[in-house]
């Protein structure tokens, strides 16, 4: 059997968590199937590009109405002769149901996680295709709620991750930076306006450690898309934290994660500081420090797949906070907790368990049935959404 994975990279960063479970994903079937991936976009992806497969990058051209992507698109399709194609985004997946409908492939779509689509069009548009996986149980509950959807064949298989190593070089790199006789509370991600709420949640939590005599240091470790950002942190935080975004290090930056005492995740970055045996915080919609992430409370942050969105009810601030001094002091409940986190990856978050049930989903697939109206909406969405994005000439890149 052969797959061809698709996924939007971008023109400029070339990061993102989504692109982490492709490869995730890719790397954990490669024994078993025929792999091939294509990123749509200008940049270069450094989780993509680690894959041994073969691999293609689609650039957007001048062409506004998209026709020379698909084009080019059609012809990576027809030359790799996959059985399936599987796109895990909505730009990715309107290439994808153009080409599995011209060479009579397979098609799964992978929503990874995020919002539900809300608000007007064309944010309020998904795609009504046929099979469809879901990482999150709020994004579950929202689809299957859905009549729009009610022939889509939905599928609920949670992010998941494969067990990263540590870099020990870059591990001491960083903690030469740091005061090493304070413990560290870590967040790597992208340094934006996207994850607000959790650098909020961080910084509140570092002033309130030192107001308190707590000797604490937050480090945000992540590439910076808005310098703006980064430059508030770093004055909101004083000498409580530094941010960190050399290239080398945010490049692999699960790499760096026992550098934290403490880890503040989102999504896939919580589940690898989960497989490292962390100390585990995730940002809670409804509070103002991040929350201990513990045996009673997992549930209902994984519902929402760690993001900003989760909320916990009922909420104790001052107990949760109590908890996050409890594990930054006393290192028996430090290594409860290490505990709990390890056996969390291991039930919940490791990939190769579902290995199976994937390529279940590709022995089923078919190709798309009808949907002619729903295929010339999503390709003008397609237009919308992609007609501001930088413009570079169309590049290859194989393996």
Same mark, same amino acid.
């Given at each position: 059997m052969k797959v061809l994975f698709v996924t939007d990279a971008g023109d400029e960063t070339g990061i993102g968590g989504h692109l982490y479970s492709v490869q995730a994903l890719v790397a954990a079937l490669a024994p078993r199937i025929e792999c091939v991936v294509v990123s749509v976009g200008g940049a270069a992806c450094p989780a993509l590009d680690a894959l041994a497969c073969r691999r293609h990058r689609l650039a957007f051209g001048a062409g506004r109405l998209r026709r020379a992507e698909r084009a080019r698109f059609l012809e990576i399709v027809r030359a790799e002769k996959p059985d399936v194609i599987h796109a895990f985004d909505p730009i990715a997946g309107a290439f994808a149901r153009a080409a599995a409908r011209r060479c009579g492939c397979g098609l799964v779509f992978t929503k990874c996680g995020g919002p539900n689509p809300a608000g007007r069009w064309p944010y309020s548009y998904y795609p009504r295709v046929d099979r469809l996986v879901l990482f999150s149980e709020e994004n579950e509950r929202y689809f299957r709620s859905r009549r729009r959807f009610r022939r889509t $064949? %939905?599928?609920?298989?949670?992010? /998941?991750?494969?067990?990263?190593?540590?870099?020990?070089?870059k591990v001491a790199t960083l903690r030469a930076r740091l005061d090493p006789a304070r413990p560290v509370v870590?967040?790597?991600? $992208? %340094?934006?306006?996207?994850?607000? /709420?959790t650098a909020e949640q961080c910084v509140r939590l570092a002033r309130r450690l030192a107001a308190d005599g707590v000797p604490a240091q937050l480090v945000f470790l992540g590439a910076v898309q808005d310098p703006a950002v980064a430059r508030a942190l770093l004055a909101d935080l004083g000498g409580q934290g530094i941010v960190v975004s050399d290239p080398e290090l945010v490049a692999?930056?699960?790499?760096?994660?026992?550098?934290?005492?403490?880890?503040?995740?989102t999504g896939r970055g919580l589940m690898e500081a989960a497989a490292r045996g962390r100390v585990l915080l995730a940002p809670v919609r409804n509070g103002l420090l991040p929350a201990l992430v513990t045996e009673a409370n997992w549930e209902p942050l994984f519902a929402a797949n760690f993001s900003e969105r989760c909320e916990l009810v009922p909420w104790d601030e001052e107990q949760n906070y109590a908890g996050i001094r409890r594990a930054l002091a006393?290192?028996?409940?430090?290594?409860?907790?290490?505990?709990?986190?390890?056996?969390?990856?291991?039930?919940?978050f490791a990939l190769d368990p579902v290995v199976d049930r994937y390529l279940e989903i590709y022995r089923e697939a078919a190709p798309e049935r009808g949907a002619f109206v729903d295929r010339a909406v999503h390709w003008l969405w397609l237009i919308c959404r992609t007609w501001r994005r930088p413009l570079a000439p169309p590049q290859e890149v194989r393996a």
């Amino acid at each position: 059997m052969k797959v061809l994975f698709v996924t939007d990279a971008g023109d400029e960063t070339g990061i993102g968590g989504h692109l982490y479970s492709v490869q995730a994903l890719v790397a954990a079937l490669a024994p078993r199937i025929e792999c091939v991936v294509v990123s749509v976009g200008g940049a270069a992806c450094p989780a993509l590009d680690a894959l041994a497969c073969r691999r293609h990058r689609l650039a957007f051209g001048a062409g506004r109405l998209r026709r020379a992507e698909r084009a080019r698109f059609l012809e990576i399709v027809r030359a790799e002769k996959p059985d399936v194609i599987h796109a895990f985004d909505p730009i990715a997946g309107a290439f994808a149901r153009a080409a599995a409908r011209r060479c009579g492939c397979g098609l799964v779509f992978t929503k990874c996680g995020g919002p539900n689509p809300a608000g007007r069009w064309p944010y309020s548009y998904y795609p009504r295709v046929d099979r469809l996986v879901l990482f999150s149980e709020e994004n579950e509950r929202y689809f299957r709620s859905r009549r729009r959807f009610r022939r889509t $064949r %939905i599928w609920r298989i949670p992010n /998941r991750i494969q067990e990263g190593t540590t870099d020990a070089a870059k591990v001491a790199t960083l903690r030469a930076r740091l005061d090493p006789a304070r413990p560290v509370v870590l967040r790597i991600g $992208r %340094i934006s306006t996207s994850y607000a /709420r959790t650098a909020e949640q961080c910084v509140r939590l570092a002033r309130r450690l030192a107001a308190d005599g707590v000797p604490a240091q937050l480090v945000f470790l992540g590439a910076v898309q808005d310098p703006a950002v980064a430059r508030a942190l770093l004055a909101d935080l004083g000498g409580q934290g530094i941010v960190v975004s050399d290239p080398e290090l945010v490049a692999q930056a699960a790499a760096l994660l026992d550098v934290g005492d403490l880890v503040v995740g989102t999504g896939r970055g919580l589940m690898e500081a989960a497989a490292r045996g962390r100390v585990l915080l995730a940002p809670v919609r409804n509070g103002l420090l991040p929350a201990l992430v513990t045996e009673a409370n997992w549930e209902p942050l994984f519902a929402a797949n760690f993001s900003e969105r989760c909320e916990l009810v009922p909420w104790d601030e001052e107990q949760n906070y109590a908890g996050i001094r409890r594990a930054l002091a006393d290192p028996e409940c430090r290594r409860r907790q290490s505990a709990f986190a390890r056996r969390l990856y291991e039930e919940q978050f490791a990939l190769d368990p579902v290995v199976d049930r994937y390529l279940e989903i590709y022995r089923e697939a078919a190709p798309e049935r009808g949907a002619f109206v729903d295929r010339a909406v999503h390709w003008l969405w397609l237009i919308c959404r992609t007609w501001r994005r930088p413009l570079a000439p169309p590049q290859e890149v194989r393996a």
